[in-house]
């Protein structure tokens, strides 16, 4: 079992879409949950980061985080054309840092 | 500045030769990271840096060579690499190894031919 597993998409919705994206892991030391996002042929993006269970809200986005069941979520709401890229979740302990695969989200207008 | 920079953006090298990757960033972080990222994955850790020290070393060859000459710049040199090594290779900050938010330059884009 890979440590951080996530829904491969790729994914395409309608312009103001709610979007859901979502990671599953195994190592319950994982302490800070991470939500990346990527242009093609660009670095990474840091959108949110959270550490406990529960919401986390800003602007369009929304980080939830579920410790008991080793889930993790980003809501898109209002989907735009340029919210398409790669997002990828990444997880941290110590100085343990393990990425997501990636989703690939197109936003079509 | 909450910048991170990497020269050269594009780098096409021979196996026997010998180059090196540049990294800078002016947040006063003092954690530094290089990545690979090898196309439609997810970037891979290679090293750490915390305080100028290398603290991690994710059993990288030794044909990946870091250098940290001070708080404010990465080095990565190559020697003799293999055309599967061509990737991106990434380079991010931190304000230090036990914060979450990680801080990615664009990266430089590696053939190897």
């Known amino acids: 079992q890979k440590e951080v597993e996530q829904d491969p998409g790729p994914l395409s919705v309608p312009e103001g879409a709610i979007v859901s994206l979502n990671c599953t892991y195994s190592n319950s030391a994982f302490q800070y949950f991470m939500w990346y996002r990527q242009y093609s042929r660009k670095g990474p993006e840091l959108l949110m980061y959270t550490y406990s269970s529960g919401n986390k809200e800003d602007g369009r986005f929304t980080a939830q985080v579920d410790k008991s069941s080793k889930y993790i979520s980003l809501f898109i709401r209002d989907s735009q054309p340029s919210d398409s890229a790669t997002y990828l979740c990444?997880?941290?302990?110590?100085?343990?840092?393990?990425f997501g695969p990636g989703t690939r989200l197109s936003v079509l207008p | 500045d909450t910048e991170v920079t990497q020269t050269p953006k594009h780098l096409v090298m021979g196996m026997t030769n010998k180059k090196s990757l540049k990294c800078e960033q002016h947040?006063?972080?003092?954690?530094m990271y290089w990545y690979k990222q090898k196309a439609k994955k997810p970037p891979e850790l290679m090293f750490v840096y915390s305080y100028e020290k290398l603290s991690i070393n994710e059993s990288v060859p030794s044909r990946f060579s870091p250098e940290c000459p001070n708080s404010s710049l990465l080095n990565l040199h190559l020697h003799a690499l293999q055309p599967e090594d061509s990737a991106l290779y990434l380079c991010?900050?931190?304000?230090?190894?036990?914060?979450?938010?990680?801080?990615f330059g664009p990266g430089t884009r590696l053939t190897v031919l």
């Open positions: 947040m006063g972080h003092r954690a």
């Open positions: 990444a997880m941290k302990n110590g100085q343990n840092f393990v």
């Open positions: 991010a900050s931190s304000q230090d190894s036990a914060f979450p938010e990680q801080f």
